[in-house]
């Protein structure tokens, strides 16, 4: 059974930092792809980065240079470090896991959710 817990999120002025966590389970390495999305209120979910079950991490250009993903497998995490952050990154932040090789960002293309943790800017 595949299950995603995020856990980092928090409250923080503009131009601060925060690094956000998923651990995952019952995800077979090199048959799952992982994600990270945001969802703002009122908002469609948004992909921000990728990682390939071949082990490739890609980061949606909105976000690049601010946002860095990275995963540790030896601990079953996925990361998410925010720098300079900005009252338009506030959104419920989530993992995903897909079976699909072919997965891109389309949060359709992901089966399996966590149940975010919430991150505010304020200005």
């Known amino acids: 059974q595949v299950r995603l817990a995020e856990s980092g999120g928090g409250s923080v002025q503009t131009g601060g930092s925060l690094t956000l966590s998923c651990e995952f389970s019952g995800v077979t390495d090199g048959d799952y792809g992982l994600a990270w999305f945001r969802q703002a209120p009122g908002k469609e979910r948004e992909g921000l980065a990728r990682f390939t079950p071949g082990g490739g991490i890609f980061i949606e250009d909105s976000v690049e240079g601010r946002f860095t993903a990275s995963r540790d497998n030896s601990k079953n995490t996925l990361y998410l470090e925010m720098r300079s952050l900005k009252p338009e990154d506030t959104a419920m932040y989530l993992c995903?896991?897909?079976?699909?090789?072919?997965?891109?960002?389309?949060?359709?293309?992901?089966?399996?959710w966590g149940q975010g943790t919430q991150v505010t800017v304020s200005s």
């Open positions: 995903a896991a897909t079976s699909h090789w072919w997965a891109t960002l389309r949060p359709g293309d992901y089966a399996y």
